[in-house]
């Protein structure tokens, strides 16, 4: 894929043409910043001055206990470790589920029914492998961490013990993928001694989903439907996870092992807490899928793969345009930078998702995800734990804290970094968010925030109790910042608003992959039908959020940075920017480029890559890993965005 190309597909869902206008500014403005990471032909940028960090590629034969790990940032360069003969532990099942079987569960909760992948009930859900260390000299990531999410900090997971359960280890006469044949197999015996060979070929992923929530309704629905006896045990909620894809896209095998394995963990492990849908995008306008069965059926097997047909949903632009018929008014558009429509997919991809929670009113939450989105790690333990701090969290300074990066290493544990916002924030002489935001609507009448947003007691009287247990409605996986403070070029996409008034105050959260409540989603759906209100797709939930009173949380999970950032410097260029023009956010973006998180990561997907076993840049691959340590293990890690995935 070509730079520009590369730079298109890594904004949210972009699939279609764009205006000249809108190639000229983005070729002429933001492409430096997806320049390739050591090239010479343009001026360095400051943070390539900073040592680069190599024990990510320390593989299984330098794993070292949690207790005696030291961070590659501590350590004086060529510092020595043992490399020893084989892993020097053994592969170890991940179980990151609260204990279903114990007494102390059972009294809360209906027992657990065991999933199975077939109808037979021959092959239960799988589990995953990890190796009880990490790599010796492993960097620390800059922001965020592990104890804070609820997730284990203290293991590391290679692609044998966390992809072999799904197929990536065994012949695809036997049902499996058989793409481990280049790799380095040091220890792999005893994960692959551990695996029940599953025929792939043969499960239907959404029989299994609906077979295993039929096991496990009376866990959700709190009522025995025969006799209408109420029980008096918690309620969990559902979520749905949605995978936004489309036709034409191209499944690697890769990628049917990570579907594979968010199936697994999150819904037949769970007991059915989780359901995972894809929601394929129809590009064909001119297809009429919600008026033939047959057209629907043709358009779904000619571009998902089989055993995912069960848990696919098609939609057009087409279908929306009926859906929210508007009128979307040039006139009362603030700003229309990419020059395209309003219905299509890079403006509105919002629009899918608000119908889908329609059609699909019985999840409490729903996970909108990317296909260029890979998670070194168990599923449920990061998205249980991102949902349990969430609802931990109190909502005074909650918009404040939203908007910085959490760098523990430099500002302390969590709680300091808390103390150190309000701080700054009162000190700075803002006044903090309390409750629904207020502004002007102009001739437009307002949408009315709910009324059990308002605040309980004023902001000087909470004392950080307000929100504590509750559940949060947005959690996004970057900061949540105030767009008209930054150079983010959508900063002003805003429609449906009355523009003989101030623009109204937004927030926006980069990457469009979070967690929504269902009564956000049916706010937004709202907004948009009723109130003819809509923003850039990844302003648009934050915004929403931010208006009506949600609860809306960042959670930091661990980020990892190529480079030995200078921690002063780090804190400076990603929370105090010198102008808004700096923010990185706009014009700074590339300071993200070396992360493991952002839309235009280089590092993401490099890093990837080299944990596959691929050689990338000219490092790397099986003779590397042999000469070496071995394969890598990385402890839970999410990547974005991953363009490419060769693994030979």
Wanted: with cysteine; proline share 7%; hydrophobic share 35%.
């Amino acid at each position: 894929m070509g730079a520009l190309e590369d730079l298109f597909s890594s904004f949210p869902s972009f699939r279609g043409p764009v205006s000249f206008s809108f190639f000229i500014a983005i070729f002429t403005g933001t492409l430096k910043a997806h320049r390739l990471i050591g090239k010479n032909d343009e001026a360095p940028y400051h943070w390539e001055a900073f040592p680069r960090l190599n024990g990510f590629y320390n593989g299984i034969r330098s794993l070292v206990s949690y207790k005696d790990w030291i961070p590659e940032q501590q350590l004086p360069p060529g510092t020595k470790f043992k490399i020893h003969d084989g892993p020097p532990f053994n592969p170890q099942v991940v179980n990151p589920f609260p204990k279903f079987t114990s007494d102390n569960y059972l009294k809360e909760h209906h027992a657990v029914q065991i999933c199975y992948l077939d109808e037979d009930e021959k092959h239960p859900a799988p589990d995953i492998y990890a190796y009880p260390g990490i790599p010796a000299n492993m960097a620390a990531p800059f922001w965020g961490d592990y104890e804070t999410l609820e997730i284990a900090p203290n293991r590391c997971y290679e692609r044998f013990g966390r992809f072999g359960p799904y197929g990536y280890s065994y012949s695809r006469e036997e049902g499996g993928l058989g793409i481990s044949g280049h790799s380095t197999h040091a220890g792999a015996e005893k994960v692959q001694a551990m695996v029940d060979k599953v025929d792939y070929r043969k499960v239907e992923w959404g029989k299994a989903q609906k077979r295993c929530f039929e096991k496990n309704k009376k866990r959700f629905n709190g009522k025995n439907a025969a006799s209408g006896r109420v029980y008096n045990k918690r309620k969990l909620p559902r979520s749905a996870f949605v995978l936004r894809t489309w036709t034409g896209y191209e499944y690697s095998d890769i990628q049917l092992l990570t579907m594979r394995a968010m199936i697994n963990e999150l819904s037949l492990q769970s007991g059915g807490e989780y359901d995972v849908h894809l929601l394929v995008h129809v590009k064909d306008n001119g297809l009429p899928i919600w008026a033939s069965k047959e057209v629907y059926n043709r358009i779904l097997r000619e571009n998902v793969p089989e055993e995912f047909w069960g848990i696919a949903t098609l939609w057009s632009e087409r279908q929306l345009e009926t859906y929210y018929p508007g009128p979307f008014l040039k006139q009362d558009n603030v700003a229309n930078f990419a020059g395209t429509d309003i219905y299509g997919v890079y403006r509105a991809a919002h629009f899918a998702l608000q119908w889908f929670s329609q059609e699909h009113q019985e999840y409490d939450f729903i996970w909108n995800w990317e296909m260029d989105l890979r998670y070194v790690g168990h599923y449920y333990e990061f998205l249980n734990g991102a949902s349990n701090w969430a609802a931990k969290q109190p909502r005074k300074f909650m918009w404040e804290r939203n908007s910085r990066f959490w760098i523990p290493e430099y500002h302390g544990p969590w709680r300091n970094f808390s103390a150190l916002v309000a701080k700054e924030t009162t000190e700075g002489g803002e006044t903090p968010v309390w409750g629904p935001a207020q502004f002007r609507a102009g001739k437009y009448e307002a949408l009315p925030p709910p009324k059990d947003t308002k605040p309980p007691t004023t902001f000087e009287k909470d004392n950080y109790e307000w929100g504590v247990g509750e559940a949060a409605d947005l959690i996004t996986f970057d900061p949540m910042f105030d767009p008209s403070r930054s150079g983010w070029v959508f900063r002003d996409d805003v429609t449906g608003y009355d523009t003989s008034v101030a623009a109204p105050p937004r927030r926006a959260a980069i990457v469009t992959v979070e967690r929504l409540s269902r009564r956000l989603l049916n706010t937004m759906h709202e907004e948009t039908w009723r109130m003819h209100h809509t923003m850039f797709p990844e302003m648009w939930p934050p915004s929403v959020a931010f208006h009506h009173g949600y609860k809306a949380l960042y959670a930091p999970h661990p980020v990892y940075f190529d480079r030995n950032w200078s921690l002063d410097v780090l804190d400076k260029t990603f929370n105090k920017p010198v102008t808004p023009a700096d923010s990185p956010f706009g014009r700074g973006e590339h300071n993200m480029l070396g992360s493991t998180f952002y839309y235009n990561s280089g590092f993401s997907g490099a890093l990837w890559r080299r944990w596959l076993g691929a050689t990338e840049n000219g490092e790397g691959g099986l003779k590397s890993e042999e000469d070496g340590t071995d394969r890598m293990c990385l402890r839970p890690l999410l990547h974005h965005p991953i363009k490419h995935e060769a693994v030979e």
